[in-house]
Structure formats: structure tokens, C-alpha cells
């Protein structure tokens, strides 16, 4: 179950963001802050905040729209870049049936660790789901190693393809990364990706990767309020 935050009022705006747990991003990334203010945490780097506990719409949303197309298959199998709070997982959980299995890799190994304990019950726990194993590693690493290993592959890996908070995640939306992706998965898997903005550029090289491509607009938030983030929909095709 996912648990959708209130509209927090006027007071709990004015109070100050209390600094909960640090942690270095690998490849001299910058180091990751989790600040949590009354029932809302934030999660931020030097150049900004990557995520709040108040705007997950879109996340829950790139789960929802990539299991749409393939939950109904035996035994699917899901590779979800990038943990954040957990919403993305949990609502690849609620869309996928009993026999689905959902690999998660995350680079920083503090963001686990905060998913199994204060940030756990913001999802809904969704790392106690049997069906959920969770690799400590890039994403990268696990689409190179796999080859039509998965039914689907979501990617919520730092801002999207202009990404700010590590220059390693470059490669995944480059055409080397594409391509890694595309031969990691099934025929007819999709490839769904978040990003807080369109790019055009980036829609080229995934027609170019061999993609069909579906672009989908969604609010940040699930009460359809908040800024609007950019979702791709890319299929392997057969």
C-alpha cells in the first residue's frame, strides 16, 4: 500500500529540516543528504533536491505505465534502476502479480538502508515483498551482464537523461547504454525512463537504438498537481 502524503500546512513549513543521515555517491558523485521535516523527507544532492516524499505522481506513474503492457505474462521480470523512496518498486508490486520477480539496483548502499528503515513505511515496505531482490550496484553493471533477461526495464536514475548528480549515469542514456538495454531485454519488453523534462535528443537516440517510443507527460504528484515530469514508453519490439 502506498501511502499518499497530506498537503502538509502552513506550521510544518516553518519547521526547520532536521539533517537525518549522509552518504557519498561512488564515482565522485557528491554526497546524498536525507533531511526529514515532520512526516516529509527529502532527499538532496550539493545541486539541489532529487526527491520528496510529497511529489511521487510521476514515479508511481513509470511503474504503472511500463507493467501495464506485460503483468499479464508468465512469470515477468522487472529491472528497476534507481530505489529513491521506494515508490517506484511498490508500484511495480501493485501492478505485477504473485509469480513477478523485480530486481532493484541501487548504486548507494545508504539509500537501501534507509529503504529498510525510516523511509520503509513511506511505500508501503516495499523491500519485504518476496518478490522484490535488491542489488548494491550501477545499473549499468547489471544491463551489461543480461541479455534478454527482462520483460521490463525502469529507469529512474538521476535527473534523466540531463542528469546532474553523477557523470557516470551519462553512459545509460547514451547510445552504448541504450543499446545494453535494448539486448537486455525480452522480445516485446519495454524500456520506460523518467526524466524531469523532455529532450528530443535523447528520443532520437532511442529510435536510433531501435526503440519504438511513446512519450508520456505526467504530474509530479498523484492528486494530478505539481510541476510535469517526462516519461518514455520503449519498445523492443519482437
Not at 94 to 102: D, M, P, T, Y
Not at 150 to 177: C, H, M, Q, T
Request: proline content about 4%; glycine content about 10%.
Amino acid at each position: 500500500m502506498i501511502i499518499e502524503e497530506a498537503e502538509p500546512s502552513f506550521e510544518v513549513f516553518m519547521i526547520p529540516w532536521e539533517l537525518i543521515d549522509r552518504a557519498q555517491v561512488p564515482g565522485h558523485g557528491g554526497e546524498l543528504r536525507l533531511y526529514r521535516r515532520a512526516g516529509e523527507f527529502s532527499i538532496r544532492l550539493a545541486a539541489g533536491e532529487l526527491m520528496n516524499s510529497r511529489a511521487h505522481g510521476s514515479e508511481d506513474a513509470l511503474a504503472e505505465l511500463a507493467c501495464a503492457g506485460i503483468a499479464d505474462r508468465p512469470c515477468p521480470r522487472v529491472l528497476i534502476g534507481g530505489l529513491g523512496m521506494g515508490y517506484t518498486t511498490a508500484a511495480a508490486l501493485h501492478r505485477l502479480g504473485a509469480e513477478a520477480q523485480v530486481l532493484v539496483a541501487e548504486l548507494v548502499p545508504a539509500v537501501v538502508k534507509w529503504n529498510r528503515g525510516c523511509l520503509g513505511a513511506l511505500a508501503g515496505h516495499p523491500l519485504q515483498d518476496a518478490r522484490v531482490s535488491v542489488c548494491e550496484a550501477d545499473v549499468a553493471q547489471v544491463l551489461q551482464a543480461e541479455q534478454r533477461a527482462f520483460d521490463a526495464i525502469l529507469l529512474d536514475v538521476d535527473n534523466g537523461p540531463e542528469g546532474f548528480s553523477r557523470k557516470g549515469n551519462d553512459w545509460l542514456y547514451a547510445r552504448a547504454g541504450l543499446a545494453a538495454a535494448f539486448a537486455a531485454l525480452r522480445p516485446a519488453g519495454v524500456l520506460a525512463v523518467w526524466s524531469a523534462g523532455p529532450d528530443w535528443a535523447f528520443v532520437r537516440r532511442l529510435h536510433q537504438a531501435g526503440f519504438s517510443v511513446n512519450e508520456v507527460r505526467v504530474r509530479a504528484r498523484a492528486s494530478n498537481k505539481g510541476g510535469r515530469h517526462t516519461i518514455w514508453l520503449a519498445g523492443r519490439g519482437s
